[in-house]
T-cell receptor
Framework: GAVVSQHPSWVICKSGTSVKIECRSLDFQATTMFWYRQFPKQSLMLMATSNEGSKATYEQGVEKDKFLINHASLTLSTLTVTSAHPEDSSFYIC?????????????FGSGTQLSVL | GNSVTQMEGPVTLSEEAFLTINCTYTATGYPSLFWYVQYPGEGLQLLLKATKADDKGSNKGFEATYRKETTSFHLEKGSVQVSDSAVYFCALSVSGGYNKLIFGAGTRLAVHP
């Protein structure tokens, strides 16, 4: 099946620094990608919808200036956590929609564990 | 609001045991229901789905029935294998598309020989 590569798989950073997470669709083009966040023992929560060539759509309560999303090509979306703080420590997952699909055409990355010291 | 509640893990079973992972939901309208599985080091994969009441989704020996009266979509397998060890996520969609998938917290399953 289709593959979505997410990098890095884990990252540790100091408070106040910025961290970039990449999400690539390796063998298909994705006009739409999604970013999720999961805190320990909580549900996977949709943060934002990333659309190629346009601004991302953020869910209620997600700070768009803190979580910068760029989807400059049909195979790459990036999430930058700016000025990270310990409360941003979480598991971040991306997914990419293969065009013309139903939910079985949604492919997920393996996630990024972010730890902010 | 819309939400999904799963039983807390981890669930630890011996090989060939019967598996049930409970999932209940709250939703407006008529959601579609899904089970996703995440094997170690991999992304989530769709395991099965059901789009209307009384539908049964099945795949790889797993099955789940959409029960509107109990707002449930419990995952079952008659005989688990070590290779089934993974994290299982129940999810719903009220929009019929990807953009509003709502997930449960996930349930880790560990199967021992």
């Amino acid at each position: 099946g289709a593959v979505v590569s997410q990098h890095p798989s884990w990252v540790i950073c100091k408070s106040g620094t910025s961290v970039k997470i990449e999400c690539r669709s390796l063998d298909f083009q994705a006009t739409t990608m999604f970013w999720y966040r999961q805190f320990p023992k909580q549900s996977l929560m949709l943060m934002a919808t990333s659309n190629e060539g346009s601004k991302a759509t953020y869910e209620q309560g997600v700070e768009k200036d803190k979580f910068l999303i760029n989807h400059a090509s049909l195979t790459l979306s990036t999430l930058t956590v700016t000025s990270a703080h310990p409360e941003d420590s979480s598991f971040y997952i991306c997914s990419a929609e293969q065009q013309g699909g139903w939910n079985e055409k949604l492919f997920f990355g393996s996630g990024t564990q972010l730890s902010v010291l | 609001g819309n939400s999904v509640t799963q039983m807390e893990g981890p669930v630890t079973l011996s090989e060939e045991a019967f598996l049930t992972i409970n999932c209940t939901y709250t939703a407006t309208g008529y959601p579609s229901l899904f089970w996703y599985v995440q094997y170690p080091g991999e992304g989530l994969q769709l395991l099965l789905k059901a789009t209307k009441a009384d539908d049964k989704g099945s795949n790889k020996g797993f099955e789940a029935t959409y029960r509107k009266e109990t707002t449930s979509f419990h995952l079952e397998k008659g005989s688990v294998q070590v290779s089934d060890s993974a994290v299982y996520f129940c999810a719903l969609s009220v929009s019929g598309g990807y953009n509003k998938l709502i997930f449960g917290a996930g349930t880790r399953l560990a199967v021992h020989p």
